[in-house]
C-alpha cells in the first residue's frame, strides 16, 4: 500500500502536504497532565477496546489499521514515528501509558494521552484540508458515538491547553520555499501572516531559518470560528505564498541562471558521488536538486519523490533500512550511499 508520501499531488513544486487534527478529550477522565497513572492506562485501554469493538465500521473509515503501545517500543522505533509524523516528540518522550493506532499507509493516527486524551491525525500529500477535515469528522463521530467528550455549550471541546479550545482543530500545510528563503523574505511573511491568525514555523531546524526551506502553515486561532472558515483563512494565505513562491522563482531564475544552474548541478553531483554525509547537508542538497527538477534545469525519466528521500535519510528511519542501530560515522555513510543510488540518471534537456 503506498503511503501519502510516495504520492505525486499537484502544485507538488510548493506544497508537500496537508495535515488536520483533532483535539479530543473525554468528559469522566482529568485532563492528561492531570491523569494518575492508573488512570492514563485505563484511558489508553477504554479508547483501543471501544476501537477495537467495532474494528470493521473504524475500517471502513479510515482503512486498515493497526494499534502501536508506544511505551514499549524502542527509542529509535519511536524516533522513526516522529520522523514521519506519526507521532509528535511530545508523545514519544511522554513516561505514562500511551498508544497510538495508525493506518497502513501511515495517513491516519489516534494519539492516545498526549496534551490531549486523544488527538485524530489525518495527512495527506498535496493540498487537501476540506477531504481530510471530512476524514477526521467521520473518526470524530464514530469515537463520540460510546464515549463521551468534554464540551461546553458556549466555549466547545474542551482542551488540556487553551490555545486549542473550541473547535479542537489545527490545519496545516506544509510547504517548500526555496525562493522567498534565498531572498530573505521569510521574516516579512511570517510578520504578515501572523497578523491574520496564522503562524509559519520551520519543520526542520529552528525558528524561520528552516532547513531545506521547509515550512508549516497552520491556523492559530481555534475558536470563535468555524472549521471551514478557519481552513478557508488558510488557503486563501497559502494560495498567496504559493503565488509570491513561484513569482520569485522566476525572478531569480530570469536574473541568475547560471548561478542556479550551476548549484543544482553541484547538488547533483555530491548526493550522486559523496561517500559520507550529514542529513543537514544531504537535506540541503536534495532541496537544491529538487529546485532544480521544479524550474527544468533538470529532469530524469522519473521524477523522484524528494519528501519521500527526506525522511528516509533521518537518523532513525536511516537505522530502520539499516535494520540495525548505526552510530553517526556508520549513518553517514549508509545515508551517502542510500541517496548515491535512490537519484536516478539525469536526461538531457
Ligand atoms: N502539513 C503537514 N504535513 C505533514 N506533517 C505535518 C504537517 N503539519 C504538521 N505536521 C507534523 O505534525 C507533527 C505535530 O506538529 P505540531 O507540533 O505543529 O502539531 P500540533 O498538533 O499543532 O501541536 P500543538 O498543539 O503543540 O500546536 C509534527 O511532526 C509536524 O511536523
Redesign the pocket.
Known sequence: MPKWYEEQSKQSDVV????I?LARNFAKYPFSPKLTLEQAELLCEEIHNHLEEKKTKLEEIVGKYYYYNVIKASEIEKEAL?ER?II?KKLAQKKQPTGVIMTEDESVSLMLNE?DHI?IQA?SSGMNLLPLLEKANAIDDFISESLQYAFDDKLGYLTS?PT?IGTGL?A???VYLPALGISGKMDKLIDEVSQQDVSIRG?YGEGNKSLAYIY?I?NCKTIGMSECDIIQNLITIVDQIIKQERNRREYLLDSNFDKYEDQVYRSYGVLRYAKQISTADAMTLLAQIKFGYDSKIIASEETPSFYKLMMAIQPANLQKILGKNAGVKERERARAKFLNESLPELIHL
Do not use: P
Open positions: 508537500i502536504s496537508s495535515r487534527r516522529v509524523h509528535t496534551e488527538r495527512i491547553s486549542n489545527r496545516s500545510i506544509m519543520v508549516q497552520s
